[in-house]
């Protein structure tokens, strides 16, 4: 009997208790600690949520300071993995002494260089700079063009800034702005769940009226810096909270995926071979001296 019940329990496997998730900087287990896509709303939705976003934002617009349409184009090359804050401080000297493309042209990409030395890539800038100003001139008359497909001919200007400048100066964009916060906030909406800025554009194009296009990313922008931070969002202080799928829970919508540090493995010194032991010498034996 005794030996019956000790075969039962040590058939008895024993299960291995599930490790403990490390919680990441941010208080949620790092596996958690990723982007999650929020449910997709519908347009009714979605349009719904604009419009109190931008009855919260009424004074929405392009924080890029410029005159005219030719230092909203600079400008707007400018900003490129840098911030409006950061360039409006650097254009006045820039447009003080550049103030046209003419004047521009006439440059060379050296003369630019210490006025937008603050900025990132500030070389690279200021070769497109004055490769855009000279394209003005040669096919332009000097006059920055209407159309999309003109002006991302130019130096340094891809579909983004050209839409800025159609949406900006003429109210003709021929799509969405998407920068970092119009990424993120498209995601946390509802309104997208890509995340490549060219695909998300085609989502809210197609979502939201032509009409509001321009509007959207000013809004979108002006929301993401003020109240839906990519760290801690603001849920609270949103107008659109009730209408967002990702609201109070917003922080791991959007965001890029935390860098992993992997520790650098040092390589150990390799070990030196080991010296040969030097042969004995013989020694004579008693009887080899007698002989």
Known sequence: MAAAKKSATTSVKKVAKPAAKSPSKSGVPAAAAQTRPAKRVTPEVARAAWD?????HPDAH???THANAFQLLCATVLSAQTTDVAVNKATPALFAKYPTAKVMAAAEPLDLEPLVSTLGFFRMKAKSLVGLARALMANQKGEVPQTLDELVKLPGVGRKTANVVLGVIWGKPEGVVVDTHVQRL?????????TEPPKIEQDLSKLLPRDRWDMTSHVLIFHGRR???AKKPNCEGCLANALCPSAFKAELVGRKPAR????AVIAAPASKPAKKAAPKKATRTSNSRAS
Request: charged residues 30%; contains cysteine.
């Open 186 to 194: 498209s995601q946390r909406l509802g309104w997208s769940h890509e």
């Open 62 to 64: 392009c924080e890029l």
């Open 260 to 263: 992993v540090r992997v520790p």
């Open 52 to 56: 109190k976003l931008r009855e919260q």
């Open 227 to 229: 109240v839906c931070f």
